[in-house]
């Protein structure tokens, strides 16, 4: 789905919901992390998934200084008693400006 040149924004195989990696804008890590979160919600919308329907999470931090505040975002967007597996490393992302990156795994609703 929405499939460019270069990659596909979701991929559907198997009952299995595969994004790929969300930015946002903003100046701050939190900032960052929310309008990624709101874009990954539209695509799992899209995608007939859910917060609730995420397996696993993998977190890119361009600081791994800012891992509390992109925590303090994260875990009030995550639906309690439903938290991915989840990793979180510190890379270089693909623009300067970028501080976090997620990526999205995520079961099909009623698969």
Request: net charge negative; proline share 3%; glycine share 6%.
């Amino acid at each position: 789905m929405d499939t460019a040149a270069r990659m596909s924004k979701i991929v559907k195989h198997n009952g299995t919901v595969y994004l790929c990696g969300q930015v946002g804008e903003g100046e701050t890590v939190a900032d960052q992390t929310r309008e990624c979160l709101s874009r990954i919600d539209a695509l799992l919308e899209k995608a007939s998934s859910s917060r609730e329907h995420i397996l696993q999470a993998i977190v890119w931090l361009a600081d791994i200084n800012d891992f509390a505040g992109m925590n303090s975002v994260w875990d009030t967007w995550v639906p309690q008693g439903h938290a991915p597996a989840r990793a979180c490393g510190e890379t270089k992302l693909a623009r300067p400006d970028l501080k976090v990156e997620i990526i999205i795994t995520a079961a099909v609703k009623d698969a």
